[in-house]
């Protein structure tokens, strides 16, 4: 557990005081007063490492002056002088992150009083950033080190604002490791049943509504696509449907924003088997994004309404599992013949889209999935792709993922893409013979958009897990991607704002 304080005065002792640096030598002028305090141990530092040249997120650990009463000093680069904006903070505060687990410690004192830009609401992006990198999953470990307890003590000359800020930042990193403790998790410990009770106990207290849709009533409701995908799984793993509910406005009859996620909670492609399936257990990411965003919603108290869909299901193999050249019937009544097993997350999600449309006529709906290797060999692991039949929601999803570090790229849809998932003895056939996999996979989705619903798919393939090198990002494992872009967005877009307050004039004349 790490706890942030915010305070305007700095305690005269503790394990490390960090220094903000800018790149310029001179553009310091404030590190320079605090600097006399430390002996001139600052420039001396400065001076005589040749490396540290203040750049953003750059390190420099020294020894702290005897009589400081700290035992070592952290100078922290923050670029040049240039107004700075949130994302930069937080990228910085990650980096310092890595700086101060390396020496061990855990009381530190950080100087944030002196950015170019809302020092206060700097400072909590500075903090939310070292949150976000603290991020760790070693549950599955015997023997590992417990988890550091960091005291941070930011001192800000306005501290009310900054925590304030980071209070509304906190809940939405909540979201973000929800969903990668959901992510990590291993498939024997997590399936379909054990996933949908780990999101009820996580978001109920938080208030939004959870229900698990078992398979009787999938059946009920006509959802023969999903239902195809789980058939081969034992008892233990049958498909579940949860439908969150969080109704932020206290408006009971507006129209909601819909936010679905593909949640196989390992996928080994059915009978048309991988060849290597190591990692699948992250083939719930888009599930375990939309998880963390409702607790993230719920946690701040979003003026917003939205209902989730969390598709869960296996994908095993068995006596019972489907097989190529099946035919199902989707909830919207369309065929699709089955040429692939392994393209089995598009079926899932045909169904909880026309679910959420027809039971909650929403105005907008985006979905997540970790859904094509294609996408993930176009766009790597640094931005997702975006498809959308609405030019503006696509705009606005990558403008607010920019703000975030969650970044996405527009993908196409189109007629030659729609065309090669047209059947030869169905309505539909669930892979696109030939044809870009991506835009295949996004065009079969789109046939289950209902009139002018506007709607938005995220191929989070190459983010949700594999990641390296990333500021506020954990290596290798589960990453939450999508949590702070779709808060981001609808923080943009969706959500009511609360009349504007005057900042309180908390500075000291
Ligand atoms: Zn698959």
Redo the contacts with the bound molecule.
């Keep these: 557990m790490t706890h942030f304080s915010y305070t305007d005065k700095a305690n005269k002792q503790g394990d490390i005081l960090v220094v903000p640096v800018f790149d310029k030598p001179g553009d310091a002028a404030v590190s320079r007063m605090v600097d006399d305090r430390l002996g001139g141990a600052v420039a001396h530092a400065v001076n005589t490492d040749q490396n540290f040249k203040g750049k953003a997120g750059q390190t420099l650990v020294v020894p702290a002056p005897a009589d400081s009463g700290y035992k070592k000093l952290i100078l922290l680069g923050l670029g040049s002088g240039k107004a700075m904006d949130s994302l930069r903070a937080e990228t910085i505060g990650g980096k310092l992150h890595g700086a101060v687990s390396a020496t061990g410690m855990a009381r530190v004192t950080v100087l944030a009083d002196d950015f170019r830009g809302d020092t206060a609401s700097l400072a909590a992006d500075l903090a939310n950033g070292f949150l976000l990198k603290s991020y760790r999953f070693d549950k599955h470990k015997s023997n590992a080190p417990a988890a550091p307890a960091y005291n941070i003590d930011i001192i800000q000359d306005n501290p009310c604002p900054a925590r304030e800020r980071f209070d509304q930042l906190a809940p939405v990193s909540a979201g973000a490791f929800l969903a990668r403790d959901l992510a990590n998790e291993p498939p024997n410990v997590l399936n379909p049943e054990t996933m949908a009770l780990r999101v009820l106990s996580s978001v109920t207290p938080l208030g939004v509504s959870v229900e698990v849709v078992r398979e009787d009533d999938m059946k009920a409701q006509g959802m023969g696509a999903f239902l195809a995908v789980g058939q081969g799984s034992n008892a233990e793993r049958r498909p579940r449907m949860v439908v969150l509910r969080y109704n932020g406005t206290g408006d009971e009859k507006s129209r909601p924003l819909a936010l679905v996620g593909k949640g196989?909670t390992f996928?080994t492609?059915?009978l048309s088997l991988?060849q290597n399936m190591s990692n699948?257990k992250f083939?719930m990411g888009g599930a375990a994004a939309v998880a963390g965003t409702m607790a993230a919603l719920a946690g701040r108290k979003a003026k917003v309404d939205v209902v989730a869909i969390l598709g869960l299901a296996r994908?095993d193999i068995g006596p019972d599992a489907y097989c190529v050249d099946d035919i199902v019937t989707a909830m919207n009544g369309k065929t699709i013949d089955i040429q692939n097993?392994?393209?089995?997350?598009r079926l899932v999600l045909a169904d909880c889209l026309t679910y959420v449309q027809r039971h909650f006529k929403p105005h907008t709906v985006i979905d997540l999935a970790t859904l094509t290797g294609a996408c993930k060999a176009a766009l790597g692991s640094t931005m997702c792709g975006v498809f959308s039949n609405d030019n503006r929601l696509s705009k606005r999803i990558q403008n607010s993922g920019v703000k975030v570090g969650e970044r996405s790229w527009p993908l196409p849809l189109g007629e030659e893409f729609t065309k090669a998932i047209k059947g030869t003895y169905s309505d539909l056939v669930n892979v696109g013979a030939g044809a870009p996999g991506a835009s295949t996979a996004a065009a079969f989705l789109q046939e289950f958009i209902e009139g002018a619903t506007k709607w938005a798919h995220l191929d989070i393939a190459g983010v949700a897990n594999g990641v390296s090198g990333h500021a506020t990002m954990p290596d290798k494992i589960g990453t939450g991607f999508g949590v702070r872009l779709l808060n981001q967005l609808i923080i943009d877009h969706f959500e009511k704002k609360p009349k504007a307050q005057p900042t309180p004039a908390l500075k000291a004349q």
């Design positions: 196989l996928d492609g059915g991988k699948m083939d994908n097993t392994d393209a089995e997350g």
